[in-house]
């Protein structure tokens, strides 16, 4: 394509026609995209690992806090795992782990018969009643003696 002589010299046709001729793959669209082009720089790639291990490591502290507690607790780990896995290997490797030995403990429950279920469950609910009663009468409230007062 010849250049015409104007103020870009025509270059964005030049370019356009460069990257269609080219054998590399297309620029990725989107959120992955847009991570890749943050990454492209130094100082993008070094910022970028920075706020994902701050959001990460907040979100597991913020989980391994609310595991003991009934709720999504192991859930918001895997979750904070998954967000340091987008940047860190060492977080990809500990979410694969997590994932494998989730897996495990799901078929060695469903190998066991209605007697190991039963008891898995009471031991949960039980541990769960535990954390609530500890976890309330630490902030001064004790269930106990409320609900004498209501029987």
């Given amino acids: 394509?010849?250049?015409?002589?104007s103020e870009t010299g025509d270059a964005d046709?030049?370019?356009?026609?460069?990257?269609?001729?080219?054998?590399m793959?297309?620029?990725r669209?989107?959120?992955h995209g847009w991570l890749d082009g943050v990454r492209s720089t130094r100082t993008g790639a070094l910022t970028l690992k920075i706020v994902v291990g701050a959001i990460g490591a907040?979100?597991?502290?913020?989980?391994?806090?609310?595991v003991p507690f009934p709720g999504p607790g192991?859930?918001?780990?895997f979750a904070g795992l998954a967000i340091l896995a987008t940047e860190f290997h060492w977080a990809r490797r500990v979410l694969e782990f997590?994932?494998?030995t989730l897996r495990a403990w799901t078929e060695w429950y469903k190998e066991q018969g209605w007697a190991v279920r039963i008891v898995v469950l009471l031991v949960t609910v039980a541990a769960a009643a535990a954390?609530?009663?500890?976890?309330?009468?630490?902030?001064?409230?004790?269930?106990?003696q409320l609900a004498q007062r209501f029987i």
Wanted: no cysteine; glycine share 14%.
């Fill in 131 to 144: 954390i609530v009663y500890f976890g309330m009468k630490a902030v001064g409230i004790d269930l106990l």
């Fill in 58 to 66: 907040v979100t597991v502290v913020g989980g391994l806090i609310m």
């Fill in 74 to 77: 192991w859930l918001v780990v």
């Fill in 98 to 100: 997590g994932k494998r």
């Fill in 29 to 31: 669209g989107g959120l």
């Fill in 13 to 23: 046709a030049v370019k356009d026609e460069a990257a269609h001729a080219s054998d």
């Fill in 1 to 5: 394509m010849p250049i015409h002589d």
């Fill in 25 to 27: 793959p297309a620029r």
